[in-house]
């Protein structure tokens, strides 16, 4: 059973917009929340997390917004750029578990055209 | 300051045969834990080993598994292998004790089963 679900296979922005992927989870456990980037050939990148108990995390072009009572959270990149193009993933930490075990999603490519 | 090395980057296999991954972890990590992803799929959790202890493991069958060595370095081993096993091993450690910190991650080893 999937507890955690990317439902967009894959998102395509122009350069300059904002590009919005989305996470949805089942389990009301999860009490911190990541953004992993993935490149071809290459292993997952954190990118942002966030924790249960705020509901939204800046890192320059990235925010990470969390709506615990939707059970969802979304990452936004403003302005996206051509480089931003990878698969994403949204991972979740279940907070019985202290011992970093992380539930991925499938993954949402995002292509950036110019 | 080393990020995670895996070891092979690919390797063939037969149905039967069996397999052993490498992984270091982060310099000044302790923590090691091993997932699969399959080709379209998002990383699974296999275990966590810390103390050089198998100490939470996921869904996975008996056939795999692993070791921690005194200098945190780890190994997966599979036995068996099962034409299924041909997937993406990713390696990612971390420091215990240190809260909500991101796992980080390998390049992975590209396993493939004939």
């Known amino acids: 059973d999937q507890q955690v679900k990317q439902n967009s296979p894959s998102l395509s922005v122009q350069e300059g917009r904002i590009s919005i992927l989305n996470c949805d989870y089942t389990?009301?456990?999860?009490?911190?929340f990541l953004w992993y980037k993935k490149y071809p050939a290459e292993g997952p990148t954190f990118l942002i997390s966030?924790?249960?108990?705020?509901d939204k995390n800046e890192d320059g072009r990235f925010t990470v917004f969390l709506n615990k009572s939707a059970k969802h959270l979304s990452l936004h990149i403003v302005p996206s750029q051509p480089g931003d193009s990878a698969v994403y993933f949204c991972?979740?930490?279940?907070?019985?578990?202290?011992?970093?075990?992380?539930?991925f999603g499938r993954g949402t490519q995002l292509t950036v055209w110019p | 300051d080393a990020g995670v090395t895996q070891s092979p980057t690919h390797l063939i296999k037969t149905r039967g045969q069996q397999v052993t991954l490498r992984c270091s972890p982060k310099?000044?990590?302790?923590?090691v834990s091993w997932y699969q992803q399959a080709l379209g799929q998002g990383p699974q959790f296999i275990f966590q080993?810390?103390?050089?202890?198998?100490?939470q493991r996921g869904n996975f069958p008996d056939r795999f598994s692993g070791h921690q060595f005194p200098n945190y370095s780890s190994e997966l081993n599979v036995n068996a292998l099962l034409l299924g096993d041909s997937a993406l091993y990713l390696c990612?450690?971390?420091?215990?004790?240190?809260?909500?910190?991101?796992?980080?991650f390998g390049d992975g080893t590209r396993l493939s089963i004939l």
């Open positions: 966030i924790s249960s108990i705020k």
């Open positions: 991972a979740a930490r279940d907070r019985g578990s202290t011992l970093g075990r992380l539930y």
């Open positions: 389990n009301s456990m999860f009490d911190y």
């Open positions: 080993y810390y103390e050089e202890e198998e100490r």
């Open positions: 990612a450690s971390s420091l215990e004790g240190t809260g909500n910190q991101p796992q980080h």
């Open positions: 310099s000044g990590h302790d923590t």
